[in-house]
C-alpha cells in the first residue's frame, strides 16, 4: 500500500478483496505505540517510558490506518460481484502474447466523496461560518455512549462527590477498529475484555447484594479508547468538574481487564505504573490489590505474574486516571512486554483469531450454546477478577469460592459479539425499541458518530442491565416512566428500568416481556476538547469523522481514445456544415422564399 | 439603441454620461463605452464633438484596464492561496468547495 501511496500518482483507487483466512504472520494497521501521546507518559511524567522506550507495545504495526491516501480504497468480500470483476478482467483487460490488450476495456469507478479536508481545526471552523446561505455540516467528532453500573444504588441525578462513598473503578473498552470504517470485529482488542467484565459482573450479582460490603465496585465500559482516550478522557473530566454522580475524590482504586484472549496459551500479567509507586501509600494499596488478585487466582486455573522489569503501563483507560492524580491500579493483561495479539485493531482480529471455533453441522441456536475452549478461558478469568473485586471491596476471603463466572452466558456473549448479534438470547434482552439494530454478522466495534446507534453500546447496555439487574413485577407503563408504582417518585434517581422484550410465547408472534431493575446507566462519550472548543488541544482526543456523499462503485467497459475523438471530431463536423448552410440560406433567402409580396421593414 | 439615428450632441451626452459613470467602480459601463463608441470616435469622418468623443473613449479604456489588471491579480492570487492562508482564507470565502483543501 505505501508502494501505491508513493507511486508514480497513477494509481486512481484500489479495491481489496478480504481474505478469507487470517494472514499467519499478524498484520497490524495500528501504530507500534497506540495512544503514545494522550497516555500519563510524558517529558514531565517518566520521560525515559514515553514514546514506547522501553519496549514497544505493538511490534507489528505498521501504521497503515494513519497514513493519507489520495485514492479511495474499497474493501469487497470474495463473492459472485467480485468473481464479475475478475472475469472481465480476464475477458478484457488480459494482455494477449505480450502485446497491449486492445480496447474496449474494463474500467472501474470509485466514487467516495469526503466533504472534510486538511484537519480537525479546519473542518470545525468550516462547520461554523455561517457566512454562506448552505449551512452544510462538514465533519462530525467521534462519539459515543460510556456504560457505567454501581453495585449498589447511588444517587446518580445528584453530581459531585457523595459523602461516605469509596468506589473502585473496574473497566473494560467498548471499541476497536480496522482499516476499513465499515468492518470491526476487534475480538481480541475489545470484545475479550468486554466480555469477561460482564461475566465478572454476572458472578458478583449475588454476592454484593448479600454481603454488606465497604467499598462500592463501580462496572465501566469506555467507548472510544482506540482514537486517544475519548471516554475515559470524558469521564476524568466530568468528575473533576463535578459533573458525574461521584468524583475523583471517591475513587479508591482502579483494575482495568484489557485484552485476556490469549490468556489460556500464557499467563496473564498484571501491569502497574513505576512512577506512581514510588509514593509508599499508593504503592501498598497496589500491593493489596495484587495480593487480592493471587487470593483469588488460587484453587482457579488461572497464574498471574507480574512484569519483572521497570516498564510503562500499556495503553490502557486508567493511563488517563493517572494524568489526574496518583491512584492506586493494576491492569490485567495476557502479555508481558508487547500484545500477543497479531492482529490489533485489524480486520482479522475475529473470532478465528480468537480460536472461537464451533464444531461443523451445528445449527446457529446449537451454536449460541456451544462452550468453547475460550469461553471457558474468558470464564476463569471472570471468575477471578469477581473474587479480586469482592476482596478489594472488603469482603471475606471465606465467602469466596461461591462466586462463579457462568461459562454458558460468556460463549452466547462470544457468540452475539463475534458471530451473530441477532440471536435467540439477545431477542429476549433487549428492549423492543432497539431490535432492529440486531444483524446477523458480526458486530462492528467502530465508534463512527453520535448519529449512528453503536451496537456494542446497546449490547453492553441491556447485558449489563439484565446480568446485575433483578427482574421486578412492574407494569409496562411505570416500568418505562422509570417508577415502580403510581406514586413512586424515589426509585428513578437510584435505579433504571428497561422493559425488554422477552421469549415468545408458543405459537404466537407475541412476546412475553418484563421490566428488569439494574443501576445501569450511561453518559456521554465526547471528546472534552469539543466542549473546551479547543480543536489544537495536545491534551484531548480531536479525531473526527468527514461527512460523505454517496459511496459507490461501478464497471464498465470504455471504447478507445481514437474512437472518443472520431465522435467528437464528426460532431463538430455537423455543427459548423449546419451553420455554413444556416449562412448560405439566409443571405440567399430572398431567392429561396420569394413569394412575390414586399418585405415589410422592421422597426425598433 | 442605435447611434446613426441620434444627434452628434446627444451622442456625446451619452458617452459623457457613461464615462463618468464608470467612475462608480463600475467597469462594465467603461467596457461598454469603448465598445460602443469605438466606430464612432475613430473610424467616422470627423465632426465637431469628436474629438471629446475620443477622449473619453480612451480614458475609458485606460481605467477598463486598470481595473482589469487589479481584479486579475487578486482573483490569482486568491485562487492560488486560499488554501494555505488557513483561517484568513475561510472567513474571506463566500462558499468553501468540499473536498479539497
Known amino acids: 500500500m505505501m508502494k501505491l501511496k508513493n507511486g508514480s500518482g497513477r494509481v486512481a483507487g484500489v479495491a481489496v478483496v478480504e481474505p478469507t483466512s487470517n494472514p499467519p504472520d499478524g498484520f497490524s494497521p495500528h501504530t507500534r505505540c497506540p495512544n503514545e501521546n494522550t497516555g500519563v507518559y510524558s517529558e514531565n511524567y517518566g520521560p525515559g517510558l514515553a514514546h514506547c522506550n522501553t519496549t514497544k507495545w505493538n511490534p507489528l504495526g505498521n501504521g497503515l490506518s494513519y497514513e493519507e491516501f489520495d485514492f479511495p480504497i474499497f474493501s469487497m468480500k470474495d463473492d459472485n460481484d467480485t468473481q464479475l470483476i475478475r472475469q472481465c478482467y480476464m475477458d478484457h483487460n488480459r494482455p494477449v502474447n505480450g502485446s497491449h490488450p486492445q480496447y474496449p476495456l474494463c474500467a472501474m469507478q470509485l466514487s467516495s466523496h469526503m466533504s472534510a479536508v486538511t484537519n480537525t481545526p479546519t473542518c470545525m471552523r468550516r462547520n461554523s461560518i455561517s457566512f454562506s446561505m448552505s449551512n452544510d455540516m462538514v465533519c462530525d467528532p467521534l462519539s459515543d455512549q460510556n456504560i457505567w453500573a454501581p453495585s449498589k444504588p447511588l444517587n446518580t441525578t445528584q453530581n459531585g462527590h457523595k459523602a461516605d462513598e469509596s468506589v473502585i473503578i473496574v473497566s473494560a473498552r467498548l471499541d476497536s477498529r480496522s482499516f476499513f470504517s465499515e468492518i470491526g470485529p476487534g475480538a481480541e482488542s475489545a470484545a475479550s475484555g468486554l466480555i469477561t467484565l460482564l461475566a465478572a459482573a454476572h458472578a458478583l450479582r449475588n454476592a454484593t447484594q448479600d454481603a454488606q460490603l465497604d467499598r462500592t465496585i463501580f462496572y465501566t465500559f469506555f467507548h472510544g479508547e482506540t482514537f486517544d482516550y475519548i471516554g475515559s478522557s470524558k469521564m476524568v473530566y466530568d468528575m473533576e468538574k463535578n459533573q458525574f454522580p461521584i468524583d475523583l475524590d471517591n475513587v479508591h482504586s482502579v483494575l482495568e481487564i484489557g485484552q485476556v484472549g490469549f490468556y489460556s496459551s500464557s499467563n496473564l500479567w498484571l501491569h502497574t505504573d513505576p512512577i506512581s509507586m514510588r509514593n509508599s501509600s499508593i504503592q501498598k494499596e497496589v500491593k493489596n490489590l495484587i495480593d487480592n488478585l493471587n487470593s483469588a487466582a488460587e484453587g482457579l486455573n488461572v497464574s498471574v505474574k507480574e512484569p519483572d522489569v521497570t516498564q510503562p503501563l500499556p495503553p490502557s483507560s486508567f493511563q488517563r486516571f493517572l494524568r489526574a492524580r496518583p491512584f492506586p491500579g493494576v491492569v490485567i493483561e495476557d502479555y508481558n512486554s508487547s500484545f500477543s495479539n497479531k492482529y490489533f485493531q485489524s480486520m482479522f482480529d475475529n473470532a478465528d483469531s480468537l480460536n472461537v471455533l464451533y464444531p461443523p453441522n451445528l445449527t446457529p441456536a446449537e451454536q449460541l450454546n456451544h462452550v468453547t475452549d475460550t469461553a471457558k478461558s474468558l470464564a476463569e478469568v471472570a471468575t477471578m477478577v469477581a473474587r479480586a473485586l469482592f476482596l478489594q471491596a472488603g469482603g471475606k476471603k471465606t465467602q469466596i469460592s461461591s462466586i462463579k463466572a457462568d461459562e454458558l452466558t460468556v460463549s452466547r456473549m462470544l457468540y452475539s459479539f463475534l458471530i451473530s448479534s441477532n440471536n435467540s438470547w439477545t431477542q429476549e434482552i433487549v428492549a423492543p425499541k432497539d431490535i432492529v439494530h440486531l444483524n446477523n454478522n458480526t458486530v462492528n466495534f467502530y465508534i463512527s458518530v453520535e448519529q449512528q446507534a453503536s451496537l456494542p453500546t446497546i449490547l453492553a447496555k441491556y447485558l449489563l442491565a439484565n446480568l446485575t439487574g433483578s427482574v421486578v413485577n412492574v407494569t409496562q407503563e411505570n416500568c418505562r416512566n422509570q417508577k415502580e408504582s403510581e406514586d413512586d417518585k424515589e426509585s428513578k434517581h437510584l435505579y433504571n428500568y428497561i422493559w425488554v422484550q422477552g421469549a415468545a410465547l408458543p405459537n404466537s408472534t407475541e412476546r412475553d416481556g418484563f421490566c428488569v431493575r439494574s443501576t445501569v446507566h450511561w453518559s456521554r462519550a465526547i471528546s472534552p476538547a469539543f466542549e473546551l472548543e479547543n480543536y489544537t488541544t495536545s491534551e484531548y482526543s480531536t479525531w473526527t469523522e468527514s461527512r460523505w456523499k454517496e459511496i459507490k462503485g461501478r464497471i464498465f467497459l470504455v471504447a478507445s481514445h481514437d474512437l472518443e475523438m472520431l465522435t467528437l471530431g464528426v460532431g463538430i463536423g455537423v455543427l459548423l456544415s449546419s451553420l455554413l448552410l444556416t449562412y448560405i440560406m439566409s443571405s440567399k433567402a430572398d431567392i429561396l422564399f420569394s413569394s412575390g409580396r414586399e418585405p415589410t421593414s422592421a422597426t425598433y | ?101
Not at chain 2, 451622442?11 to 469605438?38: D, E, H, I, Q, S
Open chain 2, 1 to 101: 439603441m442605435n447611434l446613426e439615428r441620434l444627434p452628434n450632441e446627444e451622442k456625446l451626452t451619452l458617452c459623457r454620461k457613461y464615462y463618468l459613470g464608470g467612475f462608480a467602480l463600475l467597469p462594465f459601463l467603461w467596457l461598454v463605452n469603448v465598445v460602443w463608441f469605438f466606430k464612432e470616435a475613430f473610424m467616422k469622418p470627423p465632426f465637431t464633438e469628436q474629438t471629446l468623443i475620443k477622449t473619453y473613449v480612451k480614458r475609458s479604456a485606460l481605467g477598463l484596464l486598470f481595473w482589469v489588471t487589479v481584479l486579475t491579480t487578486w482573483i490569482t492570487i486568491y485562487q492560488h492561496f486560499r488554501a494555505q492562508w488557513g483561517e484568513v482564507g475561510d472567513y474571506l470565502s463566500f462558499t468553501i468547495p468540499l473536498g479539497t483543501p
